[in-house]
């Protein structure tokens, strides 16, 4: 009797000992998180943590998620789990600063039209219903920032879009990029006579300005305004000491650049002069004082071509117009996109147009990250070559693969030195150059590369297609992405910049993959052999001899009996095909039915068979040492 009040007395003694622990736990420890996931998904990186440390005011995000409309939708219904749990670790790790409400918009709901005022796009779902799936985040002073659709397939990304959204509501100032060209980039001022327009800008530029304030800036500048966020230099040809000094200060002080050099720029205008009839005008560009310095090589006087990613171009000949490739024009997409970097890895395809070469050079000290590259099957071609050989088929009699990944773009990141070590070049009236205040004789750099100039161009990217009357763009290929993406990622911090895509969150079961792969072979087997049979038959219909009988069908009686035949056998199919289906579920049900026992029942059991066995050890000790 005493002996059951104690153990009553133990299990209620136990039972208040977990209730306290838990109650406890949560009060004090709801900061401290373990996360098990193999690729820490979610345990956010040193950059979003700095981040979020440095938010001087509060934010308030709404994550909008339809979470009753996606229970017919496993795939949606989870995916929002996991970014409601992602956006609770943001708010663990910003101390108060970020505010988090989960809204749930059911139909015809003051929620739904508070998605809709928010920007939050409408997902449908089939059936005439459709959910949400979004988030929109605003700052003290009204700023408001949409991510309007979250996909799963873009689910690597979620860390980096929600870090940015935070960033820019933190700091809200409109961004200043500073533009400098030799190209025409930008239109010229208008006529002084008739105050028409003389051109357009290049419409990648008319792109930047609906996100940036953009700034044209003078080649003959010998400094930069300070309110300048990122520097995009554009074909860098004959620049003076002057100005390379200011580009190679500006990065070296924290600015973010971004760089467009050719070797054969096809949109210089640049005219040869008239007195050296036979000499080219100067139409490539090279920023070699300060690439040595970056550590990278730029192949100036070499052109890219690669034989697999060649536009094909049409020509003319003796049989008329016929298309080619032609290997200095390049269209490039998959693989030879960098899926790892933000900047391009939403790209379907960039095209570019005699672009060189860059690559690590010997000795440095930074890291050269490929983002764009030609493919393994590229050579370089003589930039002499590419001018004078008037037809394609000219470049592909000399073309050989050098089994090289010629690299077009990149982003140079590291340590480096000054490309001045003595200061600021002195001018043609002084005799000694007073040292600037600013003056770095070092710094980390953060710059992205592009070998080509012609990727900005629009015939290479877009063309105009005329829509009631106005002249809209309509592209083909992802080379304004690319700059937009680049000039958005290079404008945030380093610790944005050096966000990367997070590990896989699917995890499939490779066995329930496999179940499926055999039952989809068997379906498709048998598929095939109806689909075949019933082909045979009909081809035999086809065959049969009709008689103008009314417009009717007269048939034999083997005839009729075939057809009756292949009726039972595709009904004999359509059995078989479910009872496959049927016995598929049935094996994905068992294999669930394993999976949920070992993860729910078989590791108590496991605790409590221990807990059994070291009892049992304990009493024989006992009983040992009683003897």
């Given amino acids: 009797m005493n002996r059951q009040i104690v153990s009553s007395t133990g299990l209620i003694f136990a039972l208040a000992l977990f209730l306290g622990t838990n109650i406890i736990s949560n009060e004090l420890f709801t900061g401290l998180r373990l996360d098990l996931t193999e690729n820490g998904l979610y345990t956010l990186s040193d950059g979003t943590e700095r981040i979020l440390e440095k938010i001087d005011e509060p934010i308030h995000l709404h994550f909008y998620y339809s979470a009753k409309q996606f229970a017919g939708v496993p795939q949606l219904l989870q ?17 108060g600063k970020l505010r988090l409400t989960v809204v749930d918009p059911e139909p015809f709901s003051e929620a739904e039209d508070r998605a809709v005022a928010a920007g939050i796009e409408r997902l449908p779902l089939g059936n005439g219903e459709a959910g949400y799936l979004g988030i929109s985040g605003a700052n003290t002073v009204d700023d408001e920032e949409v991510l309007a659709a979250l996909s799963p397939q873009q689910e690597e990304a979620l860390e980096y879009e929600l870090t ?7 700091e809200p100032k409109k961004r200043v990029i500073g533009v400098l060209s030799s190209l025409p980039v930008f239109a010229p001022p208008p006529d002084p006579r008739t105050g028409q327009p003389s051109g357009r800008d290049w419409v990648v530029f008319t792109l930047l ?11 003959d500048d010998e400094v930069f305004d300070e309110d300048i966020d990122t520097l995009l230099v554009v074909h860098p040809k004959e ?3 002057e100005m390379l000094y200011a580009i190679d200060q500006f990065v070296l002080n924290g600015g973010k650049a971004m760089v467009f050099v050719d070797p054969l720029a096809e949109m210089d205008e640049a005219q040869g002069d008239p007195e050296r009839p036979g000499v080219m005008p100067v139409i490539n560009s090279d920023l070699e004082a300060l690439f040595e310095k970056w550590g990278i090589e730029f192949t100036s006087d070499k052109v890219v071509g690669n034989l697999d990613t060649a536009v094909r171009v049409q020509i003319g000949s003796e049989r008329g117009p016929q298309e080619v490739e032609y290997l200095p024009w390049m269209q490039l997409q998959d693989e030879l996109l960098n899926r790892d970097d933000f900047v391009t890895n939403e790209l379907q395809v960039v095209n570019v147009g005699t672009a060189g070469s860059l690559a690590p050079r010997e000795g440095a000290t930074t890291n050269v990250i490929p983002l764009i590259s030609a493919g393994e099957n590229s ?23 050098d089994e090289i990944n010629h690299v077009v773009a990149a982003r140079i990141t590291g340590e480096v030195e000054t490309a001045f070590p003595d200061g600021r070049p002195l001018s043609e009236t002084e005799k000694r150059a007073p040292q600037d205040d600013d003056y770095q004789s070092s ?12 990727i900005l161009a629009d015939r290479f990217w877009m063309r105009f297609s005329n829509f009631g009357g106005f002249q809209v763009p309509d592209p083909f290929a992802n080379n304004a992405d690319f700059l937009v993406n680049a000039v958005d990622n290079l ?20 066995i329930v993959l496999e179940i499926q792969r055999e039952a ?15 082909a045979e038959t009909e081809q035999k219909l086809a065959g049969l001899q009709q008689q103008d009988t009314g417009g009717e069908l007269l048939l034999s009686d083997e005839e009729k009996a075939e057809i009756a035949q292949f009726r039972q056998e595709q009904l004999k199919t359509r059995k078989e095909l479910r009872a496959v289906q049927h016995q598929l579920q049935n094996d994905i049900e068992r294999l669930g039915t394993v999976l949920k026992f070992v993860n729910i029942a078989l590791a108590p059991l496991l605790v409590v068979a221990l807990a059994l066995v070291f009892r049992l050890a304990q009493g024989r000790q006992r009983l040992r040492g009683a003897t």
């Fill in 491 to 510: 404008g945030g911090n380093d610790d944005l910049i050096g966000l990367r895509s997070r590990g896989e969150y699917a995890r499939p079961f490779q």
């Fill in 239 to 241: 620049l003076s000491r």
């Fill in 443 to 454: 710094g980390t750099v953060n710059v992205i590369v592009v070998a080509d100039t012609d």
């Fill in 164 to 170: 940015k959204m935070i960033y820019n509501l933190a």
């Fill in 520 to 534: 989809e072979a068997q379906f498709r087997d048998r598929e095939q052999a109806l689909q075949a049979k019933l």
């Fill in 209 to 219: 300005r609906e996100f940036y304030e953009v700034r044209e800036l003078d080649l």
């Fill in 379 to 401: 050579s370089l071609l003589e930039r002499d070559s590419v001018i004078f050989v008037r037809q394609p088929q000219g470049l592909l009699a000399n073309y050989v693969p």
């Fill in 79 to 95: 995916y929002g789990r996991r970014v409601r749990d992602m956006l609770e670790e943001y708010v663990a790790a910003a101390g």
